[in-house]
């Protein structure tokens, strides 16, 4: 039913606090997923007159979340904190440069046999 790397990363013990931990989590994302719809709308409106076309960077759409997200729920002026998060992912955007393609080199992930806590000692 669920994915195995979102029940693997859950901190909780009980198949209830298991469940409640992944619909938050999908809560979250979709409360997230829908601002930079309507921060790119902003930014569109913003930077029409420029050379390039901007795109709002979801990476920083998810921090600026982060930092807010208890705010939203608890405070009186949510309404507020809304439109100030908008607004600032609407200004952190990206220029998106056409036919700009470069292939990375992607350096293979390094398996360490211990987990760093719990390396071998080096006998002399």
């Not at 013990?13 to 709308?41: C, I, M, R, W």
Request: charged share 25%.
């Amino acid at each position: 039913m669920w994915p195995a790397a979102t029940v693997r990363r859950c901190r909780c013990l009980s198949a209830h606090a298991v469940k409640q931990d992944f619909y938050a989590k999908l809560f979250v994302l979709n409360l997230t997923g829908s601002f930079p719809e309507v921060a790119q709308a902003i930014a569109d409106c913003l930077y029409r007159d420029c050379q390039h076309t901007y795109r709002v960077n979801f990476a920083q759409a998810l921090s600026k979340r982060k930092d807010n997200l208890v705010r939203w729920f608890v405070s009186n002026s949510s309404r507020q904190l809304l439109t100030a998060l908008i607004l600032a992912m609407a200004t952190s955007v990206e220029a998106v440069r056409p036919d700009r393609s470069y292939p990375r080199k992607i350096k293979p992930a390094k398996l360490h046999p211990f987990h760093p806590n719990y390396k071998r000692c080096h006998e002399p």
